[in-house]
């Protein structure tokens, strides 16, 4: 590609021929009955011609050209309104299984609160997660029940600030 773009033809040439069956078989394995690979190969090395002047040299040549190649699939799709389809028995497989939510929530929560300090944390997490009183957790914290809301508050106020929510005064 590199030469090709410094205007030598013979190793433009031989890129693209090379590329297409590539591309053939990228496509035989894709392709749904109804859709010609052929013509998606064609699309693909016009496109890939066409647009070699955005092609960075810095990165591979591949990812660029299958990036054009998955496009070129993804479009033929939409015009064919072709639908890929699982079997029935896979189904399953196409939804999240029970609990995932909560475990990715978790672990997203876990992800969001590392960036306060440990106390604010622990507070937070048994003022507004556990569903302790302010006063619960002012006694198992060892600490006035104004300090916690003070601490709960904060630390809302900051990962607000940070993630682009508010917080709330309802202690």
Known sequence: MLAGLAG?????????????????????????????????VQETLIAVHTRRATYDAGQPFTAWAYAIARYKLIDALRRS????????????????????DAAMAARDLERVMASLA??????????????????????????????????VHRGLKALGETYGGSASDED
């Open 118 to 151: 440990p106390r604010t944390r622990e507070l937070i997490r048994d003022v507004r997660i556990a569903g302790l009183s302010t006063r619960e957790a002012a006694a198992k914290h060892g600490m006035s029940e104004s300090a916690v809301k003070v601490a």
């Open 8 to 40: 030598e033809a013979e190793p433009y040439r031989r890129l693209l021929s090379e590329f297409s069956g590539l591309l053939r078989a990228y496509y035989a394995r894709r392709c749904p009955p109804g859709l010609d690979a052929e013509d998606l």
């Open 81 to 100: 309104r072709s639908h890929l389809r699982a079997p029935a028995e896979e189904a399953e497989a196409l939804f999240v299984p029970a609990g995932a």
